[in-house]
């Protein structure tokens, strides 16, 4: 299997659909767009035992990356970290790295009067625990450190919840590591629009499309109900540069509109 790349959600609030899990749309986003696929995506609470058994569970895929979101604050259920040590089967320890960032961003909250004074509480040292063998990652937005540690050939991500720190640690020192692994991978997409012809009978003129073009993959999305079908055609793929990847989609495009056409089907490329 090429390498590839999973996400664990981590968060009660998503389970019970208080919040919309935007982390995990924003980072395959993202991952797919640095040229690696992801090949699973999962949601659990915040207890130690789900989260220890997702990551052991996604290691026995051997993934390239496992990135988590949520559940490194210092809060009671905040307990990816422990999550993470029980499923690597290592201890927790202060990382005195992390220590030093969480007690300069805390001096610097005081400094701007965010906060009047700064102790080092329990919940807040909770954050510099960190599993043997792991790294901080500077938080430039907020105050938990991002984590990261290496296990077995797969190396896991622990970014914050809180999407504008997930992104900023991501972007940073995730986006570069993933980038390196990618290798020289570009990824290119486009999407046709489609009006008039039934999905049922778009479906076989998609695979003998895709039959043609083996590189490129095209998912359809329904847009709309009879007696007016309407369907985007999302086309995908990568290729070792943006060129070659842009002349895969383009021949699978030109070939399927003119499918489509032939059907009665009236087509428009949508721009991104």
Do not use: C
């Not at 990382?95 to 965010?114: D, F, P, S, T």
């Not at 009879?226 to 030109?254: C, D, G, K, M, N």
């Amino acid at each position: 299997m090429p390498p590839h790349v999973e996400i664990i959600s981590v968060g009660n609030e998503l389970l019970i659909g208080k919040i919309v899990n935007t982390n995990s749309y924003w980072i395959a986003k993202r991952v797919t767009t640095l040229g690696m696929k992801v090949r699973r995506i999962t949601t659990v609470g915040d207890d130690v035992e789900e989260i220890s058994n997702a990551i052991q569970e996604a290691l026995q895929r051997r993934p390239r990356f496992i990135i988590t979101t949520g559940g490194l604050g210092p809060t009671f259920d905040d307990k990816t970290l422990e999550g993470l040590a029980r499923g690597l089967g290592r201890g927790l320890r202060v990382h005195e790295q992390a220590l030093k960032m969480i007690e300069e961003k805390y001096r610097k909250y005081v400094e701007e009067g965010k906060i009047r004074e700064f102790d080092l509480t329990a919940p807040r040292l909770k954050m510099a625990n960190l599993p043997e063998g792991a790294e901080p990652l500077p938080n430039p937005v907020g105050t938990a450190p991002g984590v990261m540690v290496r296990h077995e050939g797969t190396t896991i991500i622990a970014l914050p919840g809180v999407p504008s720190e997930m992104k900023a640690i991501f972007e940073e020192f995730v986006a570069p590591l993933i980038r390196e692994a990618a290798g020289n991978v570009e990824f290119y997409e486009a999407s046709l629009y489609v009006v008039g012809v039934p999905e049922s009978e778009v479906a076989p003129l998609i695979d003998q499309t895709m039959h043609d073009n083996p590189h490129v993959y095209i998912k359809s999305h329904p847009k709309g109900a009879e007696p007016v079908p309407r369907l985007e055609l999302h086309f995908s793929t990568t290729a070792e540069s943006p060129q070659v990847a842009r002349q895969r989609v383009s021949r699978a495009l030109i070939q399927l509109s003119e499918l489509v056409q032939a059907k009665g089907g009236k087509v428009k490329p949508i721009q991104r």
